[in-house]
């Protein structure tokens, strides 16, 4: 018998910054304020990137000298791909943070994230489908990038599956945290198995990014079009965020506060 | 032997009780009573370490505890002597003998017949035979009482009394009429978190 | 082969994805207010006729 | 909110009980023997996956035709993604009856780590479920004309890979088990994960069978069953804690 162990934990408030900025962001009613005048500024700069971004991809650049013309799809699937793994990666690190210190607007975050990068998966998995049947003769190979999108669209889709499979909010949100976390782990597997099993099997073909040379006529579109993206993530994340965060707040005196304001 | 400052547990971002906090010494029980639905077995979960409270803090000086909820943790394809000597060798912590503690709680006569085939009330008195064999200071139980005849009933407050004798403790859960009898009870009425 | 179609495909996919994604939360967000609105009425009824 | 500060729920239970090596050897050989007497009781349930692991390969010669020459060059690939399924069919008895009986609340309490105790129920699912498919592997390899020079790395290949299917498995099972219908879920959850083992282990005896090296593959397999010996545990465990709330 085990009478003289003690167990005693406590969290003591610490005063690292990043910490205190953590907790404010986790304080419902500022995040509600403070994301609520960060949005519209955020869909305004992604409006017009990607009407930049555009005009420069399909109207200024010129058309490729091995895909044609088709090469401007690149410009929506390259930042799609990009999007769809960082979202992934950032999932991962929310996911840890809310797994490890139980910080719910990080749960809130990670689950806004989800159906974003989901739609970005799907956006690259189509163009890209799209871009194949063109320059392969066909909409769908079984090319590195294609499948290891594809392996990532079913890490999303389990991820959102699980967490509207379990009632209780709380205990949905850390499962989900808990696969997105070990979905992060094996993605790097995923794609490198995947990539080496694309050159085991077939020869390389020509792929959507190009060469290793790019002409600067096409490297800022596709920049620009990069940068358009992360806005509209940011922007649609802290919608998402903030109608979760009414959700399940809708019982606080802070909310009814924040609705009675805006019915006035 | 467990402090418990003011935990609260918190489902669908409701509470379930409204905050807890007590003291518990050695050789003292605590009784948590209140209606259905109050959240007397999410208290005993929370306590056990099984429920992670949304807030408030505890501490324990005891290591381990014994639970005993409405799921037993018995299993129906193990007759009752190889689930107590499962159960005697997982812990590792007794010195008594399987045979010695079902005899104790009466189920010798049925030792060898698969859990299956047992009533909720042996059922019961085998979980309870699992509580002796866990050598530990503090008892969780929750609804002890429950599917137990007269005295089935006895058997538990002698075997509580004896565990309090002994300068063990005790949260005990329950929503009938029947308490143990014993000097150092103190009475804890879980109110519902529902109301604000 | 003529490109066009599927570059304007690739695009309009994009763009009905985008914005299904972006529009979804908004409809979900009125039908929360609603609730909450509704929430708050029956708040007040309740303390209406404690009083 | 405020960043809930209290105490750690795992701690509660599990510090405090200075458990020497020897006492947690023997509850994970006390929790192992007792996983195989279940299993043992219930053998006629054990045969399930295995029989339809039997089923799945017959139907493909029915479905493609019989023809040698395409049977043993997809041999590999059918033979793994049928154990896939087999594994994925068998995992959903991992923690199910644990769970629903009350017996998994008893684990965390009891002061093992629950580490060691996913690590004990996972090596006896793989016992019951994932070795008979690594033994019936030379009768599916007949059945699908798999060349008999490469019958010993698909065999080798499913002793490496069927440990890492169940251990991988473990955490989607915890996370699903609280779940009244989560064997669909599971698929869905575990099948990605599966993917960069299925690539290794298929690749290996096809460079087997075409003659070439296959060493680096089997390496890469032994590194992942490491790895996720190392690793799955601790997430299996913790998917448990979150189910268990």
């Given at each position: 018998?085990?009478?003289?162990?003690?167990?005693?934990?406590?969290?003591?408030?610490r005063?690292?910054?990043?910490v205190?900025?953590?907790?404010k962001?986790?304080?419902?009613?500022?995040?509600y304020?403070f994301?609520?005048k960060l949005?519209?500024?955020?869909?305004?700069?992604?409006?017009?990137?990607?009407?930049?971004?555009l005009?420069?991809?399909?109207?200024?650049a010129?058309?490729d000298?091995?895909?044609?013309?088709s090469?401007?799809?690149?410009?929506?699937h390259?930042?799609?791909?990009?999007?769809?793994?960082?979202?992934?990666g950032l999932?991962?690190?929310?996911?840890?943070?809310?797994?490890?210190?139980r910080?719910?607007?990080?749960?809130?975050?990670?689950?806004?994230?989800?159906?974003?990068?989901?739609?970005?998966?799907?956006?690259?998995l189509?163009?890209?489908?799209?871009?194949?049947?063109?320059?392969?003769?066909?909409?769908?190979v079984?090319?590195?990038?294609?499948?290891?999108?594809?392996?990532?669209?079913?890490?999303?889709?389990?991820?959102?599956?699980?967490?509207?499979?379990?009632?209780?909010?709380?205990?949905?949100?850390?499962?989900?945290?808990?696969?997105?976390l070990?979905?992060a782990?094996n993605?790097?597997?995923?794609?490198?198995?995947?990539?080496w099993?694309?050159?085991?099997h077939?020869?390389?073909?020509?792929?959507?990014?190009?060469?290793?040379s790019?002409?600067?006529?096409m490297?800022?579109?596709?920049?620009?079009?990069?940068?358009a993206?992360?806005?509209?993530?940011?922007?649609n994340?802290?919608t998402?965020?903030?109608?979760k965060?009414?959700?399940?707040?809708?019982?606080?005196?802070?909310?009814?506060?924040?609705?009675?304001?805006?019915?006035? | 032997m467990?402090?418990?400052?003011?935990?609260?547990?918190e489902?669908?971002?409701?509470?379930?009780?409204?905050?807890?906090?007590?003291t518990l010494e050695?050789?003292?029980?605590?009784?948590?009573t209140g209606?259905?639905?109050?959240?007397?077995?999410?208290?005993?979960?929370?306590?056990?370490?099984?429920?992670?409270?949304?807030s408030?803090?505890?501490?324990?000086?005891?290591?381990?505890?014994?639970?005993?909820?409405?799921?037993l943790?018995?299993?129906?394809?193990l007759?009752?002597?190889?689930?107590?000597?499962?159960m005697?060798?997982?812990?590792?912590?007794?010195?008594?003998?399987?045979?010695e503690?079902?005899?104790?709680?009466g189920?010798?006569?049925?030792s060898e017949?698969?859990?299956?085939?047992l009533?909720?009330g042996?059922?019961?008195?085998c979980?309870l035979a699992?509580?002796?064999?866990s050598?530990?200071?503090?008892?969780?139980?929750?609804?002890?009482?429950?599917?137990?005849?007269?005295?089935?009933v006895?058997?538990?407050?002698k075997?509580?009394?004896?565990?309090?004798?002994?300068?063990g403790?005790?949260?005990?859960?329950?929503?009938?009429?029947?308490?143990?009898?014993?000097?150092?009870?103190e009475?804890?009425?879980?109110?519902?978190?529902?109301?604000? | 082969?003529?490109?066009a179609?599927f570059?304007?495909?690739?695009?309009?996919v994009?763009?009905?994805?985008?914005?299904?994604?972006?529009?979804?939360?908004?409809?979900?967000?009125n039908?929360?207010?609603?609730?909450?609105?509704?929430?708050?009425?029956?708040?007040?009824?309740?303390?209406?006729?404690h009083? | 909110?405020?960043?809930?500060?209290?105490?750690?729920?795992?701690?509660?239970?599990?510090t405090?009980?200075?458990?020497?090596?020897?006492?947690?050897?023997?509850?994970?050989?006390?929790?192992l023997?007792?996983?195989?007497?279940?299993?043992?009781?219930?053998?006629?349930?054990l045969?399930?996956p295995?029989?339809?692991?039997?089923?799945v390969?017959?139907?493909?010669?029915?479905?493609?035709?019989p023809?040698?020459?395409?049977?043993?060059?997809?041999?590999?690939?059918?033979?793994?993604?049928?154990?896939?399924?087999?594994?994925?069919?068998?995992?959903?008895?991992l923690?199910?009856?644990?769970?629903?009986?009350?017996?998994?609340?008893?684990?965390?309490?009891?002061?093992?780590?629950?580490?060691?105790?996913?690590?004990?129920k996972?090596?006896?699912?793989?016992l019951?479920a994932?070795?008979?498919?690594?033994?019936?592997?030379?009768?599916?390899?007949?059945?699908?004309?798999?060349?008999?020079?490469?019958?010993?790395v698909?065999?080798?290949?499913l002793?490496?890979?069927?440990?890492?299917?169940?251990?991988?498995?473990?955490?989607?099972?915890?996370?699903?088990?609280?779940?009244?219908?989560?064997?669909?879920?599971?698929?869905?959850l575990?099948?990605?994960?599966?993917?960069?083992?299925?690539i290794?282990?298929?690749?290996?005896?096809m460079a087997?069978?075409?003659?070439?090296?296959?060493?680096?593959?089997?390496?890469l397999?032994?590194?992942?069953?490491?790895?996720?010996?190392?690793?799955?545990?601790f997430a299996?465990a913790?998917?448990?804690?979150?189910s268990?709330?």
């Amino acid at each position: 018998m085990n009478t003289n162990a003690t167990t005693m934990t406590k969290i003591k408030p610490r005063k690292n910054w990043l910490v205190m900025f953590i907790h404010k962001l986790g304080s419902p009613p500022w995040f509600y304020n403070f994301s609520g005048k960060l949005i519209p500024w955020l869909w305004a700069t992604f409006a017009a990137l990607t009407i930049w971004g555009l005009y420069l991809g399909l109207y200024v650049a010129p058309a490729d000298y091995q895909q044609g013309e088709s090469v401007r799809i690149m410009y929506l699937h390259v930042p799609a791909a990009w999007m769809s793994m960082m979202i992934y990666g950032l999932m991962a690190v929310m996911s840890f943070i809310a797994l490890v210190w139980r910080i719910r607007m990080m749960e809130i975050l990670m689950m806004s994230s989800a159906p974003i990068g989901a739609a970005f998966t799907i956006i690259a998995l189509a163009s890209g489908s799209l871009w194949g049947r063109p320059t392969w003769g066909t909409y769908w190979v079984w090319d590195a990038r294609l499948t290891s999108e594809l392996v990532l669209l079913f890490l999303y889709l389990g991820v959102i599956g699980l967490h509207n499979a379990i009632d209780e909010p709380r205990k949905a949100a850390r499962a989900a945290c808990l696969l997105a976390l070990v979905g992060a782990v094996n993605l790097p597997i995923i794609h490198y198995s995947v990539k080496w099993w694309n050159t085991l099997h077939q020869g390389s073909s020509i792929s959507l990014t190009g060469g290793s040379s790019i002409d600067t006529s096409m490297l800022w579109p596709l920049l620009i079009m990069a940068v358009a993206a992360k806005f509209y993530y940011g922007a649609n994340l802290l919608t998402r965020a903030r109608i979760k965060l009414l959700e399940q707040d809708m019982r606080k005196g802070w909310v009814k506060n924040v609705v009675k304001e805006q019915t006035s | 032997m467990l402090s418990v400052s003011k935990i609260n547990f918190e489902r669908y971002f409701a509470p379930v009780f409204q905050p807890v906090s007590f003291t518990l010494e050695a050789g003292g029980l605590l009784l948590v009573t209140g209606a259905n639905g109050c959240g007397k077995t999410t208290l005993i979960r929370v306590l056990a370490g099984i429920l992670h409270p949304t807030s408030g803090e505890f501490s324990s000086r005891t290591g381990s505890m014994a639970y005993v909820g409405h799921h037993l943790g018995i299993k129906d394809d193990l007759s009752v002597v190889e689930n107590l000597r499962f159960m005697r060798d997982f812990l590792g912590t007794s010195n008594r003998s399987s045979e010695e503690v079902m005899k104790e709680v009466g189920l010798t006569r049925v030792s060898e017949q698969l859990a299956r085939t047992l009533s909720a009330g042996q059922r019961k008195r085998c979980a309870l035979a699992r509580l002796l064999l866990s050598n530990t200071q503090l008892w969780l139980l929750d609804e002890p009482y429950s599917n137990l005849d007269q005295e089935g009933v006895e058997l538990v407050d002698k075997m509580l009394l004896k565990h309090l004798e002994a300068g063990g403790a005790c949260v005990l859960a329950t929503h009938g009429a029947h308490r143990p009898n014993w000097q150092q009870t103190e009475n804890y009425e879980l109110i519902s978190g529902v109301a604000a | 082969m003529n490109h066009a179609p599927f570059i304007w495909a690739a695009y309009a996919v994009g763009a009905v994805v985008l914005l299904w994604c972006g529009l979804a939360p908004l409809v979900r967000k009125n039908t929360i207010r609603r609730d909450i609105r509704r929430l708050i009425q029956l708040e007040e009824v309740e303390r209406d006729s404690h009083a | 909110m405020t960043i809930e500060a209290s105490i750690d729920a795992g701690g509660a239970a599990s510090t405090g009980i200075e458990a020497g090596a020897g006492s947690m050897n023997k509850a994970f050989f006390a929790l192992l023997r007792r996983d195989l007497l279940l299993a043992f009781r219930r053998r006629t349930e054990l045969l399930f996956p295995v029989i339809f692991l039997l089923v799945v390969i017959s139907l493909f010669p029915l479905g493609i035709g019989p023809s040698p020459q395409l049977l043993a060059r997809i041999a590999p690939g059918v033979i793994w993604i049928a154990a896939l399924l087999a594994t994925v069919i068998s995992l959903d008895g991992l923690f199910r009856s644990d769970f629903e009986d009350g017996t998994l609340e008893q684990f965390v309490l009891s002061g093992h780590p629950l580490t060691l105790i996913a690590l004990a129920k996972i090596v006896a699912h793989w016992l019951v479920a994932g070795l008979p498919l690594v033994l019936l592997s030379p009768l599916l390899a007949i059945w699908m004309n798999l060349p008999l020079d490469s019958l010993g790395v698909m065999i080798v290949t499913l002793a490496l890979g069927t440990p890492i299917l169940s251990l991988i498995g473990s955490i989607g099972v915890g996370l699903t088990i609280s779940l009244k219908r989560g064997g669909q879920l599971l698929s869905l959850l575990v099948f990605p994960l599966y993917v960069p083992i299925l690539i290794i282990a298929t690749a290996a005896v096809m460079a087997a069978s075409d003659g070439l090296p296959y060493t680096a593959f089997l390496g890469l397999l032994v590194a992942g069953l490491i790895t996720s010996l190392t690793l799955a545990p601790f997430a299996a465990a913790a998917a448990l804690k979150i189910s268990l709330s």
